[in-house]
Nanobody
Framework: QVQLVESGGGLVQPGESLRLSCAAS????????VNWYRQAPEKQRVLVAS???????NYADSVRGRFTISRTSATNTAYLQMDNLRPEDTAVYYC?????WGQGTQVTVSS
């Protein structure tokens, strides 16, 4: 069965960076649309970044210019590079491919 495993979350200070990874098995991230969502406490899960099969990217207004979505066929992994993090970026981040979801990774931005 398809499995998505996120990693790379943690506690950082405002202005710092993190890179989230989404390691996939039984599905090729290189050939499918990949999305990153996040869910803050007591809020709905929202889409923050996506990449199409053809490599076109799109970002939520709140993260555009600070986050970058990418993927590699070498390790069948998708990434979310997050720079200049803000306290409002605090959330659990999820990787999504079609109906498949990872378990999420916690990102906390606090001074």
């Amino acid at each position: 069965q398809v499995q998505l495993v996120e990693s790379g979350g943690g506690l950082v200070q405002p202005g710092e960076s993190l890179r989230l990874s989404c390691a996939a098995s039984r599905i090729l991230v290189w050939r499918t649309p990949v999305n990153w969502y996040r869910q803050a406490p007591e809020k709905q899960r929202v889409l923050v970044a996506s990449i199409t099969e053809d490599g076109y990217t799109n970002y939520a207004d709140s993260v555009r210019g600070r986050f970058t979505i990418s993927r590699t066929s070498a390790t069948n992994t998708a990434y979310l590079q997050m720079d200049n993090l803000r306290p409002e970026d605090t959330a659990v981040y999820y990787c999504n491919i079609f109906e498949h979801w990872g378990q999420g990774t916690q990102v906390t931005v606090s001074s």
